[in-house]
């Protein structure tokens, strides 16, 4: 990592910690031609991140680091997103009650033949999921062993009405 970049993930750092958020990444990437810092940030509490909490952050950092940016490029400060991958076990028992998307590497006879699920994850632990889903305009449980999942995220339940 280069020296700027070093000096602006501290600053990042300090920035962030101040508004109790957690700096995931701090990376550099091209996007059509065009060179973005781009540093990634998240709630260590919750999955929810305002986005005038994200432009105040965003500013902060922009003042104090500005100077640190080489010419031709340009910041961002963003969040994992909505739909983010649960990569630890931290993120997955943030998740617990959370509306959830999961793959599974085949299909499950015992999540009625579906292959991709989604559903509200009731519970997770060291051996399986708990996710309720609705099928059919029914509620059920499905149980599904971790080792046959090959991926879960965080979904959008389009259904609610709230």
Do not use: W
Request: charged fraction near 30%.
């Amino acid at each position: 990592m280069s020296e700027y970049l070093l000096k602006i993930k501290e600053s990042a750092s300090n920035i962030v910690d101040k508004h109790q958020k957690e700096l995931i990444d701090v990376k550099v990437r091209k996007e059509f031609g065009t060179n973005i810092i781009s540093i990634v940030i998240d709630d260590p509490e919750t999955f929810s991140l305002d986005i005038d909490e994200v432009a105040s952050i965003n500013a902060e950092i922009l003042d104090e680091v500005n100077d640190l940016i080489p010419d031709g490029y340009y910041l961002e400060v963003t969040s994992l997103g909505i739909e983010r991958e649960l990569l630890t076990e931290k993120d997955i028992q943030k998740a617990i009650n959370q509306f959830v998307y999961l793959k599974t590497y085949q299909k499950m006879e015992n999540a009625y033949n579906l292959k991709e699920i989604s559903g509200y994850l009731r519970e997770a632990n060291a051996e399986e999921f708990k996710l309720e889903i609705f099928l059919n305009q029914r509620q059920r449980l499905v149980v599904i062993p971790r080792a046959a999942v090959a991926k879960i995220r965080l979904a959008v339940d389009f259904r609610r009405n709230e």
